[in-house]
């Protein structure tokens, strides 16, 4: 069982950033791969970026290649998303994710994630 409490979300302007970080609970932290993902009123949720637990293996959706970087701290069971030239199409609410998938690569498909934060609402203002 894992446990995901995201924080960092907030209001920003154009171009600004911010840092958003998740704190799992679980002894088994090391072992799944983090995503983060993200929803927009009115639109489903979208994959943004995940790590594996092999350090070093990313997954980036196109829209934010180049902006945002996942990092993870295993020892002390914390994911972050460090997020740079932020944009107004970025706002959404943000969720953390853990699955237990990702030998092959961490996967993109929310369905392949079993625990889920609540989510942290990031406004980006024009």
């Known amino acids: 069982q894992v446990q995901l409490v995201e924080s960092g979300g907030g209001l920003v302007q154009a171009g600004g950033s911010l840092r958003l970080s998740c704190a799992a609970s679980g002894r088994t932290f090391s072992s799944y791969t983090m995503g983060w993902f993200r929803q927009a009123p009115g639109k489903e949720r979208e994959f943004v970026v995940a790590?594996?637990?092999?350090?070093?293996?990313?997954n980036y959706a196109d829209s934010v290649k180049g902006r945002f970087a996942i990092s993870r701290d295993n020892a002390k069971n914390t994911v972050y998303l460090q997020m740079n030239r932020l944009k107004p199409e970025d706002t959404a609410v943000y969720y953390c994710?853990?699955?237990?998938?990702?030998?092959?690569?961490?996967?993109?498909?929310?369905?392949?994630?079993?625990?889920w934060g609540q989510g942290t609402q990031v406004t980006v203002s024009s």
């Open positions: 994710a853990a699955s237990p998938s990702g030998a092959l690569g961490p996967p993109t498909s929310p369905a392949r994630y079993d625990y």
């Open positions: 790590i594996s637990w092999r350090v070093g293996s990313t």
